[in-house]
């Protein structure tokens, strides 16, 4: 069975700080690792990573894959308010169209 | 905006009746999933379904079932609910390519009382 494990479970951090979230994966024929932020409802489509060692980069947001340790960071620097959200790190398994998800890491940004 | 929309957003029940969600894919997106949302199990895949056909299924319960239609929207029935089933329920939809991104709509809340 697939697994994600996300660290930490939350996470409360001041406008301005840098922080990273963790996630790790078992999954059988691995395709994809995809990152998703979810604030009151639906999650928004952060980054989908294939490739070990390539960074992928939004703004503030970036994130990496490393496929041999079978691990994803998601950074976000120069924190905001507005980036006070669930982060949830989810994987596709080679030939199947069904994302495996963590449970999720609660960022709360405070001024 | 994803896209996605689902209706209806909130939706409080009596334990034992049924009811259906509805979902409408982004435009040209062949494939929707269904995915439910609790507080203690996080997102799990219930359902897929790509151009009318079922394509994976995940823990989705017996009392639960799920359709898609020629227009491609789709709908998820729950029958015989029970106080555990309270959650939020989301659609998602993508064109079906293995390995795309999969967009979700703003999710029905369901609450069984």
């Known amino acids: 069975e697939d697994k994600v494990v996300q660290s930490p479970l939350s996470l409360v951090v001041h406008e301005g700080d840098t922080v990273t979230l963790n996630c790790s994966y078992e999954?059988?024929?691995?395709?994809?690792l995809l990152w998703y932020k979810q604030e009151k409802k639906a999650p928004t489509f952060l980054f989908m990573l294939?490739?070990?060692?390539i960074e992928k980069k939004s703004g503030r947001l970036s994130s990496i894959l490393d496929k041999k340790e079978l691990f994803s960071i998601l950074n976000i620097t120069a924190t905001q308010t507005g980036d006070s959200a669930v982060y949830l790190c989810?994987?596709?398994?080679?030939?199947?169209?069904?994302?495996?998800f963590g449970k999720g890491t609660k960022l709360s940004v405070i001024p | 905006d994803s896209g996605v929309t689902q209706t209806p957003k909130h939706l409080i029940t009596a334990t034992g009746q049924r009811v259906t969600l509805r979902c409408s894919p982004r435009?040209?997106?062949?494939?929707v999933y269904w995915y439910q949302q609790s507080l203690d199990q996080g997102l799990q895949f219930l359902i897929q379904?790509?151009?009318?056909?079922?394509?994976a299924k995940g823990n989705i319960l017996e009392r639960f079932s799920a359709q898609q239609f020629p227009d491609l929207h789709s709908e998820l029935n729950l029958s015989s609910l029970e106080l555990g089933d309270s959650a939020l329920y989301f659609c998602?939809?993508?064109?079906?390519?293995?390995?795309?991104?999969?967009?979700f709509g703003e999710g029905s809340w369901l609450t069984v009382v």
């Open positions: 998602a939809s993508s064109d079906g390519t293995e390995g795309n991104t999969i967009y």
């Open positions: 435009s040209g997106d062949l494939s």
């Open positions: 294939t490739s070990s060692g």
């Open positions: 999954v059988t024929n691995f395709r994809s």
């Open positions: 379904y790509y151009n009318g056909e079922e394509r």
């Open positions: 989810a994987v596709l398994r080679a030939g199947s169209y069904q994302l495996t």
